[in-house]
């Protein structure tokens, strides 16, 4: 059996890697899954496990719908400390694929608050059948401030990360915050082919149905096809509407390119 410490130093040589990112990798996950397991603890002290949807604010941090009937809502009333599982699923051995336990303190958002309505907004887009609900009363948006999280992709490749490896820098990108929810509608009315070749050109997607923008932030962007998501992360990070453009168009280019080199873009 391995030791702790030849555990911790595999972990130190796997982020070491340079064909192994443990930051964008969890940045990755942490944005293109839409549910996960909730941990919060009792009363008594004992854990308690759930499974939720989930979307992300601006800055990556994880926003949760919940309601106040759940069990799960009266614990982070009493106790803030909650852990949330986010894994991506798929063929064969379950282990043999990402997923990564963030651990913080969860708060709820005052309603109509400026925060309430970004977080409102962003869970919508990831989720639009909640909208269904989210205004009900007894439901209210739940925010989990990370202070660590421990990202395993693989083998040999599992990593602890601290918020700041974890989390977006908004600090400097106030415009670019604001005009968020413009630039969606903009690209998703007006730019369908754009989003549709970020998914299945440069991301690899199904071509089937309408793929949407459903975030866009300083480090990229999150796009949307029914379950299906994808988190296409820029090349830099932007912080202006202008800059943010700018990269959009880039990116259009690039995928039209590749698409008309391919293939099926030569048929």
């Not at 410490?5 to 942490?30: C, I, M, N, V, W």
């Not at 958002?109 to 962003?122: G, I, M, N, V």
């Not at 459903?214 to 990229?220: A, I, K, N, R, S």
Request: with cysteine; proline share 6%.
């Amino acid at each position: 059996m391995a030791s702790k410490t030849d555990e911790q130093g595999d972990r130190r040589a796997a982020r070491a890697s340079p064909e192994f990112d443990a930051s964008g990798s969890a940045k990755a996950l942490l944005r293109s899954t839409g549910s996960g397991a909730l941990a919060t603890l009792e009363p008594q002290g004992a854990p308690f496990s759930s499974l939720t949807s989930v979307a992300t604010d601006i800055d990556g941090r994880p926003l949760l719908l919940l309601s106040r009937l759940a069990a799960h809502t009266g614990h982070l009333e009493a106790d803030p400390r909650a852990s949330l599982l986010l894994a991506r699923i798929g063929r064969g051995d379950p282990l043999a694929h990402p997923r990564l336990t963030l651990t913080g303190r969860a708060a709820r958002l005052e309603r109509k608050s400026t925060e309430h309505e970004r977080a409102r907004r962003r869970f919508l887009a990831a989720h639009p059948k909640a909208e269904l609900y989210a205004d009900f009363a007894d439901f209210s948006f739940w925010r989990l401030d990370p202070t660590q999280a421990h990202l395993n992709g693989g083998f040999a490749r599992a990593a602890q990360l601290s918020a700041a490896e974890l989390l977006t820098v908004v600090e400097g990108a106030q415009e670019l915050v604001l005009a968020e929810e413009a630039a969606l509608a903009h690209m998703n009315q007006d730019h369908a082919d754009a989003v549709a070749l970020y998914a299945t050109v440069l991301l690899g997607a199904p071509a089937a149905g309408p793929w949407q923008l459903t975030g866009l932030d300083p480090e990229g962007c999150d796009l949307a096809q029914g379950d299906e998501r994808r988190r296409l992360a820029f090349p830099q990070a932007v912080r202006t509407p202008e800059e943010l453009r700018a990269m959009l168009v880039n990116l259009t280019q690039e995928a039209r390119a590749k698409s008309a080199g391919s293939p099926a873009g030569k048929a």
